[in-house]
Every structure is written in C-alpha cells, then in structure tokens.
C-alpha cells in the first residue's frame, strides 16, 4: 500500500481539523509530516513539525502531497502551481483561488499529468463534484442548486426560526467558527459564487468568471423584508444556481430566493448545506451534509488525499466533451425588490411589473429582470438602501 | 473515445427504461445492439434486435458489455458468471442475486480482471454504493440508514398523508410501476435486505448472508399501528439500517421503525428513497432522490455503463483493509409488539418491558429485545396476527 506523506500549508480551522482527523483514525498510510505556517513559533497546542519556510516543504522528497489549506487566494495559487510544476498531487481548499484559476489549473493538471483536487472546497462535506465527475456525467443535467454557504444559512435559520436579529445571528456564527475570516464573503454571496463555478465546471464543462455573474447576498435584508417572506409563507435562502436551458445555455447567479415550503432546500437549516441535481430522467436529487467546520472539512480534505492514494484524478469529462455549452444572461426572473427612493427604483430596468406596495415606511415591488440587466447595475446597487430577492413562482 | 455496444438481457420496466434513455440523449459512445429476452416474437413498441437466444450475445465479439436486467436471480447469476469469465464487462440490477453471491463475484471480478458494477441495484438514482467506495473510506463511518424501497415507502405515505387504506394503496403502487413482479418482496422488506448486504459491503467490508439478519416488512401492519404512531407523533417507515457499535462489531437489520419528525427519513415519500450516512467527523449526510421507476433506474444504469466506458471497477477498499468487521445480533432494540395472545407474546424473550396496553380488541407492548432473539423467532411469528416496529429513543 502505497505511503502519503504530506506537506500542509495553513493550520486554520480545516488544518487543525485534519489534523484531528488523522490523529484518530490512526491511519496507516497518511500522515502530516511538515505544517508551513506564517508564525511557527505560535504555541498551536499539537505536537507537529512547523516552519515557515515552503522549501521545506518542496524541497523534501518523501513529502508526495501538498495539503493547501490557506485563506490567501494568490498565495494558495503560488502554491498549488508550484506543486503541479513539480509533479507532486496537491489538495486545495481555496474556493476563490479555484474559482479564479481553475482554467489554467486545469490545463497544468494535464501538461504535468499531475492531480489536484478540491472536492473538500465546493460543499465541505458533501461529496458534490465527486458525484457531478463521476455519477451524472450523461449529459442529462438540468440544474444544480443548493445552499453552498453555512454561515450565511446560519444566520438566516437564527433569524427565520428564532426570531434572532441580524447582528446578534452574525456574531454567533462567527463565535462558532462557521464564519470565514472575512464575513463578507460568506454574507454577501461570493463564497457561494466561488463554489458554483467550481460545480459548474464539473456539471455543465463551461467556465464563467465571478464578474459574469450576478452575485447578491443578504448583508442588505432588513425586517420588511422577513415580514414579506412570512406574508408568503416562504423563508429567504441564499441560493446558487446553474441551470441548463431549453437553448443549451446555461445561467448562473448568487441571489437570496424566497423559498416555499415544499422545496427541499426550504428545511435545509443551520450551518448545513444542501444541493438539489435535477436531470431529464432522475428527477431530482438532494444531497445534504455538513458544509462548515473544522472536522466535516477536515474529513472531507482526507478523502481527497486518500483519493490520491488510488491515484485518483477528475477526467473533465463535460469539459472535454464535443457538446460546448455557453453561459449567458440573457434571461428574466422574478424579483422582489424593496427600495427607498424613485431614484433605486428607476435603476431596475423592470419589463413588467406585477406588485407594488408604497408606504411612507417602506416600498417595494415585485417584478421581472433579467439577470444581464442586474449584473449592469450591480456596483450601484451595493450603496443604496435596498434589498432584493429571486421570488420563483411556485 | 471508446465505443460500447451493449447485450443486454431482459426488457422490463428497468430494461426499457434504459432503452428510452439511450434514444433520448443519442449517445454517440453507447448503443444496444442485441436484447435477450423469453419471447422476442412479443411485439415491445421499439425498434431493436431481440433475440432468445443468450449466444447471440455472447458470442457477438463486437459487444463489449453486458446489461443484465431481468428479475429472476437465478438466471441473472448464470449470466453475470458467464460475462466475467468470457471477461465481459457487465451492469446488474439484480439485488437478490447479488445478496447472495457478491462474495464468489467479488472474486470472480479480481480472477478474471472484469468489472461488476451494480450501483443501479442498490437505491435506484441515488450514487450510494460509488460514494460510499470512493468518498466515506476512510474508516470512519458509524452507520447507514435508509428508506431503500419505494414501493413500500409510496404505501406507508399514502396511508399517513392520506388515510388511504392498504389494499388500495398497495394497488396503486403496483398500477404505477413502483411494486416489482413480486410485491412480497417489497412489502416483506426482502429487497431492502438485499440492497442493505450490497451496502454493508462498501461501507463496512463485511458480507453477511440475508438469512442472518432479521428482516420484517409493514405488510401485517393494521389501523391500531397507525394510531399508536398517531398518538407518539411518529410515522412508521421501513427502515434499513447497519450500524457499527463501540465494540467494532457492526448490527444489521431491516424493520418498522417509528420515527419522530425532526429525523431526515421523516419527509422521504411515495417512492423516493433516501439514505442518512453517519461518520465521526462529518456527522450525517443525507442522500435523496428517486428510487423507482423505470427513467431513474434506467438513468442509474447509465451511470454505470458510462463508468466502464471510463474502466471504472469498484475497489472493495474495506473489504480489502486489515481491520476485519464482524457482524452480531447480540444488541438490544426497544420495540413495539402489538399482539393478539398470550402465546404471541411469549415468543417475544424481552428483556424488560416499559409500556403494556391490553384491551379487548387491542394489546400492545413497548419492550427491549435483543436481535438475536428477533431472528430466533422469525418464521414462527409470521403465522401470527402481530405487528412489531423499531421504537427508537430520540
């Protein structure tokens, strides 16, 4: 049986959770020999062999994985090229560094006949682009939609289930560690971007850069709007999407949906994430786990280096078929918006209007938009007192 | 790109359904040349090459794979033998063959160097047997739990959601294409028993033969059991479960169980199936999907025609590991017994007993008993007018 012995950059939450992991499975086959971090001689209360220094690392030859566990995206990108240049199989976390590179990695994966593989990045523990790479890979998927952020989903089961405020559910994630070092990222939609572009690469074999799509979170929702989602008997969820249509298109966002009860993401609560395939023949699939926290990552990082164990690697098989699929945003939904001014209003370029509230307190309307017209106005919107929301029809 | 040009035998539900797929996403890698079946003179509505005769495909050298999809275990064994060692690669959906010889065809696949995959088999739509191979491997999984037959689970939701009667609900199952050609094996919990061996394989490395593990069905289940369920705010699901104890040993059962609402199986419906995977670190995963129909069936054995396009074979990584599990019924469950006489319940060696009802038209009692105790009595109490379900704690 083949030996892994791995170099980690970062002792984050995931490291030290793998770190944990590995610790108690006693494995035979895998072990952390060499952890590079910025401040080695921070007390981290493990025994392990510490540095800063990434030549330690890449420069041992009984080290053959590279663990890449870091928040910094350029650094994790130095990184993870260095060691497919070097021909050693490395593991990343990094979903922004992914999100931004995965073309080019892609094809240094394959010049260097060398594996990377993330599967631990797209939904924490949920075994997602495993499943979409190997399982559905008969060109029959119709979408792929899910909860792909814990903290975010978090914050809104604390505030639609127990009446939680805003702020107070914030801090609580954060105390928690479901929170990353920077909440916006979880808040405002962007780590759930990051991860649906890393699945649609596996899903649909088609590449969209985070600026091509409309990305929107929740950090804007005020108490009118959880007032309106009551009103409906739906709950606000931030939703990713990626979905094929009629035209061989795809379409992609990151926005808060009011979601009805008989969905199945509906009661996909807390940390937890949740995605639903849907494909022409299986109907639907849910698949449901943990997507935050030290030890589900952590365990889910083991996996993909025990796959490198069986000499595992993704095949790309959507991406190298001959069916290319285009990504546009050419395509309308149903939102509700509720603003303050004339001024907010007059930016949405609304093709039909079918709602509208107007008080001295609060306005709102609800209407259809396509999403290239969102994704234009997408830097304004962030400064002005606003908030809106995919509001499907069933 | 590698061709594969199937035989395939048997054209039932499954079979057909494989069929439509195929026509529907115009493969341009996999098409079925011949198919086996009684009568080929039958007209089916499709155009193919049918045949009796089971040479015609297996002295064909341009076939290159094998579907087996007919119903009767016995012949599916002959023809999944013969595929292997004329090393064909081949497909199965046949559970009850493949509970009952896995072990000798586990063998065979590593002899003759040909893949056996039978992901199709074991929960329809739902990719548990490759995720379980390829994701939970790492020694770390505590149980899995299931709804794993539709037709049973599309009866018990009938009669809960909508006061629908036995009988019909059981006709309905069967007019819709859910119930297989022998409905005892759905309503018995036979077939979920199957599947549940098929798993415990990939998920815990250890064969256990189906006459060891005590395997009751909901088809004596009667109004006094649905209200009991009513009264405990509960619903009654069939419920296959392997868990592995604090001892190592892993228990096996297939059973009513009474679960409480906030439990994932809970909301599993009509004919899905869904599987709660539970590891240390990663808690629990649920997967959900369809597990009947001849589309999603067909769509599963897709899969894994397509994963030998990829030459794709199951590893059997915990079967293959040094920590060998052994299986036990020494472990109590609290269960509920309604029964008609004294006799009935003194079969039943509780080992203590918590609730007791006795009326003239209804006796029931709530008590715990070891498993072992369960599979002593196991044809005796098929005689009898009894009904008993798991009764869990939480």
New interface residues.
Partial sequence: MKQITIGMFGFGNVGH?LYD?LE??Q??NVRIKTICIKHPEKDRGVVANFTNNPDDIFNDPEINLIAELIDNADEAYTIVKRALNQHIPVVSGNKKMLAHHLNELIELQKQTNTALLY?ASAC????VI??LE???????LVSVKGILNGSSNFILSKIFNESMDYPKALKLAQDLGFAESNPTLDIDGYDSVFKLIIITIHAFGCYVAPEDIFTYGISSMNDYDIKFAHEKERRIKLVAHVEKLESGEIIMSVMPHLISRNK?IY?VEDEFNGVVIK????????????GAGG??T???V??DI??CL?D?KY?Y?KLNS?HKVKHTNNHDVRIYLRYSTDSDLALFSFKEIYERYDSRDNKYVVGLISLADLLRINEEIRHRKLFLSVFPYD
Same sequence: chains 1, 2.
Avoid: C, W
Wanted: hydrophobic fraction near 25%; aromatic fraction near 20%.
């Fill in positions: 959770g992991v108690k499975i494995s035979k599967d924490g523990s949920i075994p495993r499943n190997e399982y559905y890979d008969n060109d029959l199945y009661s494909g022409q023949f299986y109907y639907k699939q849910f698949m449901f786990g943990r030890h589900p952590g365990s889910a083991l996996s025990t796959a069986y595992y095949e098989k001959d």
